[in-house]
């Protein structure tokens, strides 16, 4: 099953009502200079609201190990999304003093940089698009071929321009983890639109359902095959008579 993530989140109601339609994880931006930026009154509302009902994951650039590890206890985080050019060290040092799971991102511009995720032993692996000077939400895609490539043994969430119209395909093709949505389902930055959440939450469910389908298929064409034959006979037993 791939799970879906909506980041951005600036509107506790709006991370409440995200949950009830059945998303795994709600983001919010602890990063000052976002567009959707989020207030730690309102994080630490969304925090309260969504206790073990999802994922608490809040984003951070390049920002102080001190400042993380403040903001993840007081918003109740159960994990620490970092998308700026943090090392491995760092990342398991957030793990240690937050007791957080770390889920460490990377703008993808070429097969390189997904390779330069393997020294990251962290929960989860978050591949993004690369747009210059913008270290996340976008609305861009990038290349999913390059996301294939990620063979590090560690879970996949997928981003970048993501929305209810293209994440059948994306799915299709990266088979990840999870999904991470933002602009795909806004109105505008920080303001979430709900009926597109409901639409890309069933998007995801489909496209699930058709993987599960045509992995179904050749098991079940192969149980047809041998329904057909006469009773009793194996499928070598024509070919064993037509050589007598």
């Known amino acids: 099953m791939t799970r879906v993530k909506v980041c951005g989140l600036t509107d506790p109601d709006q991370a409440l009502a995200c949950a009830d339609l059945g ?19 309102a994080a630490e509302a969304i925090g309260q609201l969504l206790k073990r009902r999802a994922e608490v994951v809040g984003v ?22 970092l998308h700026g050019h943090e090392g491995p060290a760092f990342c ?12 460490k991102a990377v703008r993808v511009r070429d097969a390189a940089t997904v390779r330069s995720l393997q020294p990251y032993h962290v929960d989860y692996h978050l591949l993004d698009a690369y747009v210059p000077g ?24 997928l981003a970048g321009g993501l ?6 395909a994306a799915i299709a093709a990266v088979r ?9 389902v806004e109105r505008r930055p920080g303001d979430k639109d709900l009926a597109r959440v409901r639409e890309l939450v069933a998007a995801v469910a489909a496209a699930d359902r058709e993987l599960a389908h045509e992995a179904e298929m050749p098991a079940t064409q192969s149980q047809t095959s041998a329904a057909q034959l ?15």
Do not use: Y
């Not at 998303?23 to 009154?41: D, N, Q």
């Open 23 to 41: 998303v795994w994880a709600v983001g919010f931006v602890l990063w000052p200079h976002s567009p959707r930026a989020c207030s730690v009154e």
């Open 92 to 103: 398991a040092e957030v793990a240690r003093r937050t007791g957080c799971k770390v889920v």
């Open 176 to 184: 990840p983890f999870a999904v991470d949505v933002s602009s795909g």
């Open 60 to 81: 951070f650039v390049d920002q102080p190990l001190d400042e993380i590890v403040w903001l993840a206890d007081r918003c109740l985080l159960t994990a620490v999304q």
């Open 134 to 157: 913008t270290p996340g939400g976008t609305g861009a895609t990038f290349n999913w071929e390059l996301a294939r490539m990620h063979d590090h043994g560690v879970p996949v969430i």
């Open 163 to 168: 929305n209810p119209d293209n994440v059948a």
């Open 230 to 244: 006469p009773h009793g006979r194996s499928p070598l037993a024509g070919a064993k008579a037509g050589r007598r």
